[in-house]
Protein backbone atom coordinates (compact mmCIF):
# COMPACT_ATOMS: atom_id res chain seq x y z
CA UNK A 1 0.00 0.00 0.00
CA UNK A 2 1.23 3.58 -0.61
CA UNK A 3 -0.13 6.56 -0.10
CA UNK A 4 -2.33 6.67 -3.18
CA UNK A 5 -3.91 3.62 -2.07
CA UNK A 6 -4.15 4.40 1.54
CA UNK A 7 -6.15 7.86 0.51
CA UNK A 8 -8.38 5.76 -2.15
CA UNK A 9 -8.88 3.16 0.51
CA UNK A 10 -9.69 5.39 2.73
CA UNK A 11 -12.11 7.45 0.86
CA UNK A 12 -14.28 4.66 -0.23
CA UNK A 13 -14.25 2.41 2.96
CA UNK A 14 -14.34 5.41 5.09
CA UNK A 15 -15.90 8.89 3.03
CA UNK A 16 -18.25 7.08 1.01
CA UNK A 17 -19.61 4.91 3.83
CA UNK A 18 -20.24 7.74 5.72
CA UNK A 19 -22.50 9.43 3.49
CA UNK A 20 -23.99 6.53 2.51
CA UNK A 21 -24.80 5.66 5.74
CA UNK A 22 -25.94 8.90 7.08
CA UNK A 23 -28.46 9.28 3.94
CA UNK A 24 -29.73 5.31 4.54
CA UNK A 25 -30.57 5.66 8.11
CA UNK A 26 -31.90 9.75 7.54
CA UNK A 27 -34.17 7.89 4.86
CA UNK A 28 -35.05 4.81 7.49
CA UNK A 29 -33.61 5.34 10.99
CA UNK A 30 -32.24 1.82 12.24
CA UNK A 31 -33.60 0.37 15.61
CA UNK A 32 -37.38 -0.34 16.56
CA UNK A 33 -36.87 2.36 19.16
CA UNK A 34 -35.95 5.12 17.18
CA UNK A 35 -35.34 8.63 19.11
CA UNK A 36 -37.67 11.09 18.89
CA UNK A 37 -35.48 13.86 17.30
CA UNK A 38 -34.46 11.16 14.61
CA UNK A 39 -37.64 10.37 13.72
CA UNK A 40 -38.70 13.68 13.45
CA UNK A 41 -34.98 14.25 11.01
CA UNK A 42 -36.18 11.36 8.56
CA UNK A 43 -39.57 12.45 8.34
CA UNK A 44 -38.82 15.58 7.07
CA UNK A 45 -36.20 13.97 4.65
CA UNK A 46 -38.59 11.87 3.17
CA UNK A 47 -41.17 14.69 2.91
CA UNK A 48 -38.18 16.74 0.03
CA UNK A 49 -38.33 16.77 -3.28
CA UNK A 50 -36.09 14.97 -5.06
CA UNK A 51 -34.14 17.77 -6.09
CA UNK A 52 -33.95 18.91 -2.36
CA UNK A 53 -33.26 15.85 -0.79
CA UNK A 54 -30.33 15.49 -3.82
CA UNK A 55 -29.04 19.18 -2.18
CA UNK A 56 -29.09 17.64 1.27
CA UNK A 57 -26.90 14.64 -0.06
CA UNK A 58 -24.40 17.04 -1.34
CA UNK A 59 -24.22 18.62 1.86
CA UNK A 60 -23.84 15.37 4.05
CA UNK A 61 -20.84 14.30 1.08
CA UNK A 62 -18.50 17.65 1.22
CA UNK A 63 -19.27 17.77 5.50
CA UNK A 64 -17.69 14.54 5.21
CA UNK A 65 -15.44 15.43 2.74
CA UNK A 66 -14.03 18.58 5.13
CA UNK A 67 -14.10 16.27 8.49
CA UNK A 68 -11.81 13.22 5.91
CA UNK A 69 -9.45 16.38 4.47
CA UNK A 70 -9.04 18.11 8.01
CA UNK A 71 -7.63 14.44 9.70
CA UNK A 72 -5.38 14.08 6.78
CA UNK A 73 -4.04 17.91 7.18
CA UNK A 74 -3.58 17.07 10.49
CA UNK A 75 -1.55 13.95 9.99
CA UNK A 76 0.53 15.63 6.93
CA UNK A 77 1.40 18.75 9.13
CA UNK A 78 -0.77 21.13 7.47
CA UNK A 79 -2.72 21.67 10.53
CA UNK A 80 -1.54 21.99 14.04
CA UNK A 81 -3.13 20.16 17.11
CA UNK A 82 -0.61 20.19 19.42
CA UNK A 83 2.00 22.62 20.59
CA UNK A 84 5.17 20.74 21.44
CA UNK A 85 6.29 20.79 17.69
CA UNK A 86 5.97 17.29 16.85
CA UNK A 87 4.81 15.70 13.51
CA UNK A 88 2.49 12.66 13.21
CA UNK A 89 4.31 10.00 11.06
CA UNK A 90 1.47 7.39 9.43
CA UNK A 91 3.48 4.03 8.42
CA UNK A 92 1.90 1.21 6.59
CA UNK A 93 3.69 -2.15 8.12
CA UNK A 94 3.66 -5.86 5.83
CA UNK A 95 6.61 -7.14 4.71
CA UNK A 96 7.62 -3.60 4.89
CA UNK A 97 7.51 -0.41 6.87
CA UNK A 98 6.22 2.59 4.17
CA UNK A 99 5.58 5.84 5.66
CA UNK A 100 2.38 7.30 4.09
CA UNK A 101 2.73 11.05 5.09
CA UNK A 102 5.89 11.72 4.22
CA UNK A 103 6.54 15.23 4.28
CA UNK A 104 8.73 15.22 0.90
CA UNK A 105 6.09 13.75 -0.89
CA UNK A 106 2.62 15.43 -1.75
CA UNK A 107 0.19 15.30 1.58
CA UNK A 108 -2.25 12.88 1.63
CA UNK A 109 -4.97 15.26 2.02
CA UNK A 110 -3.84 16.83 -1.12
CA UNK A 111 -4.26 13.44 -2.70
CA UNK A 112 -7.64 13.70 -1.05
CA UNK A 113 -8.39 16.37 -3.12
CA UNK A 114 -6.95 15.11 -6.59
CA UNK A 115 -8.82 11.75 -6.11
CA UNK A 116 -12.29 13.36 -5.56
Known sequence: MNSEDFVE??????GDAAVEDTI???KQPPGRRVP???RARSD???ALSPEDA???NSIIATAVHGAMF???AVLDGARTIADEGGRFELAYLADQRIVLNDPQVIGLHELLNASS
Open 36 to 38: PAE
Open 70 to 72: GVL
Open 9 to 14: ALRRHV
Open 24 to 26: ANL
Open 44 to 46: WYN
Open 54 to 56: EQV
